[in-house]
């Protein structure tokens, strides 16, 4: 572990390294691809993933695709990157943009619908079971002379799935079926293998399915107003091999309905849950993991709604067997979240049973473009103590342009005012994916997973706040909480893997390749008989079990003997009281019987990660607090312990006291805080002496009112209102622009442009209108800037442009922000109302969009004036800058009495990276937390330079939602089909300075 530690960890390898979602959405091409893996490349990102998004023009899977394909795998290998397949256009996997079920439509995705009628229904195509209402509930009734005519008749009926304009009007794929799934790998993964062959496990490591389900569109399926249920032709002959009996008598306890018959109810969903999750890993999950291991690819990815146990139950069934077949398990967590435990703990189990070294995160997608390399430290941070390991930032954006600059911000790319900066956080994290990558977690305890308790209970539709409140998951994830957040790391036990690849051996219950001497039973209603009998077994072998179990657990499978389940239950029942156990309790009782814990103290949001290789140890802590702490660490053995840096690329000896059993030793960690140690499992003779490396607390610095200050970029007014006229017609629109050009795209019949609307890549061809588009936007100017004015405009070339009636020339000079946004000179402007008028012809490449006047100017109230010569400290949004993306750089006068190095703690608001020096020396730069710089200075009076760069929130929004902070953010909240006339900026800028002397 330590050598291989020791001889990457200053400068990890490209595995290590993040591998972003980048965003193919435009007509790609092959140089663009290439400069762009070169950006990559420079900000120390590993790889990426080709990921088709919303504005594709090159059409999916095609030779242009592959084209452009070809210069991204040729240009990773040169730099000895990652290039990453991804199977589908757009999300969820198994349509492929609709080329699969399009071609072969007997593919498609089927449902069940259930319709109350009431009269046996005339029309029997597609018919599975109908029931009749009785006084006891439904009751089965195979034709219409079957009982007494007449009454209520809940009546379920098959139909296929229904085309929509988000799978490019085609329907979804039927992942439960063998040979539909077959027929999407030859369509997504086949042209893969035979072009990339000798590139497979190397530059194309392998490819990434993205939330595949079978029951994609839900309730939306509905034809007739009935509740939908995910159906397959092939179900109710698989059902009955599998389960003895004929599901079809039995449908109404699925949707919730009271059932005359002699099965109870909960028996019933508990097999239909069940063989639906039996059927996607055997048919989808298998068969694609197999593929991809045949050809020396790994299968990466995650499946949907992983976070709840009833949420995962009706698209999945469960999703841990899923995660057998791929050779580096994912999930997801987009925004600015950190309480899907549930979420990581099931795929990290799966990993570390399956000694999957990898586990990948989908991440910070939707969280918006005012994310900070701050908060993704710390949410980064969240992941990887509980198993994490390989970051897929979500998202790059291979262009701004029209609508694709609103797909789920942040994007990782050049555009971002962060980007310089960028890679201080990538090195971080490919240090630490490193060090959590070598041997392999440390974790003690074992939870009984109760998804069968979920599929006991689902019947549909599903309402997700009620089974947020449902006990069994409510009791779930206070039982995650407590744990880990007590520093009790876990494993769960998937109960179908344990019966296919696990039981008792000697002293421990195993799954695969992990064997537990700790098990706790949760509250649960349903356990697999195999599961009752192995912890039956580990009791009498010495498995110390707690229950958490406040009723009896029914033991049940179906073909099981009656007889034998009572008697199992009855045993299970016994055990289970005998080592019942409070919540309150259990942490403690749990620490006790463990070999190697680990204490850390105080214990309120701190998580950590052991590692262990051999006699080696390696310790991971993060601090979730929302202040810094100053933390003590409790571990068994310690020898030889040090402190590995994960900002420098350093190991140092670090100080420990002795304890019974090994050693204790304190960190200060500030927000967002992390420390990586390593140590040996035996216990040093004597203490290592040493200090805390809490910082020395700083003296506020006393700081004039107004401070000189410069720009790296033009400053901005963002112009998002404007009116659109149709030339030769009495269209005329006022509004927003995205919302109106959205609008009169539809008024003369071209295709949606909007997120969820068809792809580009699949329009029809149709012919220009012949007419023109005037789109004119006003501003006022109080003062003009005395320097030059230009425009920001997506696709200049085909628009006139005119300002106050002149014509505005279209040759661009460079771009803003992005190479999707060229600038053009802007000449002529005046004081008082200024309109900028813009004409282009109507036809499929017309997208309205704002535009971006720039220059060295103030914005006050939306109204363009002079740019302050010096500015206040707090809130430079006030100042002028109320759109400005970019670096604003403060020259702040501090006088000191004597020269030396003295640190320099800054306090700043809206901001992703703050940089420190002295005026005409090296600047030094952070990304996250602690904010503190050493600088050198003589006595006297001297200028420090404090860069601050912000994001492109207050430029690109949310302006006009609803929410002024929204946790999700994506197109409906950066251009609302309703748009509050209004503008939200988030305060950025200086809060204080403060200095102390350390040498």
């Not at 190397?202 to 490819?207: E, F």
């Not at 900066?421 to 994290?429: G, K, N, V």
């Not at 990586?676 to 805390?692: D, H, I, N, T, W």
């Not at 279209?810 to 600038?823: C, K, N, T």
Request: with cysteine.
């Amino acid at each position: 572990m330590l050598k291989e530690l020791a001889a990457q960890f200053a400068d990890p390898s490209c595995q290590y390294r993040g591998a972003p979602f980048w965003s193919w959405n435009d007509k790609m091409e092959g140089q663009e691809v290439r400069r762009q893996i070169r950006d990559f490349h420079a900000a120390g990102i590993g790889g990426f993933f080709m990921h088709s998004r919303g504005g594709l023009e090159t059409p999916f899977l095609s030779e242009e695709w592959f084209e452009a394909c070809d210069a991204a795998i040729d240009e990773a290998r040169k730099l000895g990157m990652l290039a990453w397949a991804y199977d589908e256009d757009r999300w969820p996997s198994g349509a492929a943009g609709g080329i699969s079920t399009g071609r072969y439509p007997e593919t498609a995705a089927r449902v069940l619908e259930a319709v109350r009628e009431d009269a046996w229904p005339a029309l029997q195509a597609g018919v599975v079971a109908c029931f009749r209402q009785g006084k006891k509930g439904w009751v089965y009734r195979k034709n219409a002379s079957d009982g007494t005519s007449g009454g209520k008749y809940l009546v379920f009926h098959e139909h296929a799935s229904k085309s929509s304009d988000w799978y490019n009007g085609r329907p979804p794929l039927d992942v439960l079926d063998k040979d539909a799934v077959r027929r999407f790998i030859e369509i997504a993964y086949k042209p893969y293998v035979d072009r990339y062959r000798a590139d497979l496990g190397k530059a194309m490591p392998g490819v990434f399915t993205d939330e595949p389900n079978f029951f994609c569109g839900g309730q939306g399926q509905a034809e007739a107003g009935g509740i939908v249920l995910p159906w397959t032709p092939t179900l109710l002959k698989r059902f009955h091999k599998r389960r003895g009996y004929d599901l079809a008598e039995y449908l109404p306890a699925l949707v919730g309905e009271k059932l005359d018959a002699d099965r109870p109810a909960d028996e019933i969903r508990h097999d239909y849950w069940m063989t639906m999750g039996e059927m996607f890993v055997e048919n989808f999950s298998a068969q694609i993991g197999k593929y991809c291991g045949k050809h020396g690819m790994a299968l990466t990815g995650h499946y949907l709604w992983e976070e709840t146990l009833q949420g995962q139950v009706h698209v999945n069934g469960a999703v841990m067997p899923h995660y057998v077949h791929e050779q580096m398990p994912g999930v997801d967590i987009l925004c600015r979240r950190t309480t899907e435990l549930l979420t990581v703990k099931q795929t990290a189990s799966v990993a570390h049973q399956w000694g999957r070294n990898r586990l990948i995160s989908e991440l910070y997608g939707a969280s918006g473009w005012d994310l900070s390399l701050q908060d993704q430290k710390w949410i980064g941070d969240w992941q990887y103590a509980l198993g994490v390991n390989y970051r897929c930032q979500h998202l790059s954006l291979y262009s701004l342009r029209g609508e694709r600059k609103r797909d789920y911000p942040p994007s990782h790319m050049p555009h971002q005012p962060w980007w310089p900066q960028y890679r201080l956080i990538e090195d971080y994290f490919a240090r630490l994916s490193l060090a959590l990558s070598i041997g392999e977690p440390v974790r003690e305890v074992a939870v009984i997973h109760p998804v069968r308790s979920a599929w006991a209970a689902l019947s549909l539709p599903h309402d997700g706040k009620k089974a947020a409140e449902w006990p069994v998951e409510a009791k779930l994830q206070e039982l995650l909480s407590d744990l880990l957040y007590a520093q009790i790391d876990l494993d769960f036990i998937d109960e179908t893997l344990l019966e296919q690849h696990g039981g008792v051996r000697k002293d421990e219950l195993y799954v695969n390749q992990v064997g537990y001497k700790i098990v706790v039973v949760p509250e649960m209603t349903h356990m697999a008989p195999a599961t009752a009998e192995a912890l039956l077994q580990a009791a009498r072998q010495g498995v110390t079990i707690f229950s958490l179990a406040s009723k009896p657990v029914k033991v049940y499978q179906a073909g099981v003997a009656a007889k034998t389940l009572q008697g199992l239950e009855k045993r299970l029942d016994t055990l289970l009281k005998a080592k019942k156990v409070s919540l309150a309790l259990l942490s403690a009782r749990l620490r006790k019987a463990m070999a190697e814990p680990v204490t850390v103290a105080p214990a309120t949001r701190l998580l950590y990660q052991l590692r262990a290789d051999g006699d080696q140890r390696l310790l991971f802590v993060t601090n979730q607090q929302e202040q810094p702490a100053e933390i003590t660490v409790e571990v068994k053995g310690g020898q030889d312990l040090q402190l590995w840096c994960t900002e420098t690329g350093e190991p140092r000896p670090w100080p420990y006291e002795l304890t019974k059993d090994g050693v204790r030793f304190s960190v200060w960690l500030a927000v967002a805080g992390s420390a990586v140690f390593s140590y040996l499992s035996a216990k040093p003779a004597e203490a290592r002496p040493g200090g805390m490396s809490e910082p020395k607390p700083a003296a506020i610095v006393a700081l004039p009112d107004k401070v000189a200050f410069r720009l790296d970029r033009p400053n901005a007014l963002y112009l998002d209102r404007a009116l659109l006229a149709v030339e030769g017609t009495n269209v005329a629109l006022e509004g927003f622009v995205p919302q109106i050009g959205r609008q009169v795209r539809a008024i003369f019949g071209y295709p949606d442009t909007s997120y969820s609307a068809k792809q580009p890549w699949v329009w029809d061809r149709k012919h220009p209108s012949g007419k023109q588009v005037v789109l004119t936007y006003s501003f006022d100017v109080e003062e003009v800037p005395t320097g030059p004015v230009s425009l920001g405009v997506e696709q200049p070339r085909r628009k006139k442009i005119s300002l106050n009636g002149q014509p505005v020339t279209a040759q661009p000079e460079g771009f803003y922000l992005d190479p999707s946004i060229p600038v053009v000179a802007l000449l002529g402007l005046k004081a008082g109302r200024n309109t900028i008028e813009i004409r282009e012809d109507l036809d499929l490449a017309f997208e309205a969009e704002a535009i971006y006047l720039l220059g060295v100017f103030g914005v006050t109230d939306r109204k363009v004036g002079r740019l302050p010569e010096a500015m206040s400290l707090c809130d430079w949004t006030k100042q002028g800058l109320p759109y400005f993306a970019g670096r604003v750089t403060l020259l702040v006068p501090v006088t000191v009495e004597s020269a030396g190095t003295y640190e320099v703690e800054v306090s700043a608001q809206g901001v992703a990276t703050i940089g420190v020096g002295v005026e005409g020396q090296p600047m030094t730069h952070r990304a996250f937390g602690p904010w503190r710089f050493q600088v050198n200075l003589p006595a006297g009076r001297n200028t420090l330079v404090v860069e601050m760069g912000n994001s492109l929130r207050n430029l690109m929004g949310p302006h006009h939602f609803s929410d002024e902070r929204p946790m999700w953010v994506g197109p409906s909240e950066l251009a609302p089909d309703s748009p509050l006339d209004r503008y939200v900026h988030v305060p950025s800028g200086l809060l204080e300075l403060g200095m102390v002397k350390i040498g």
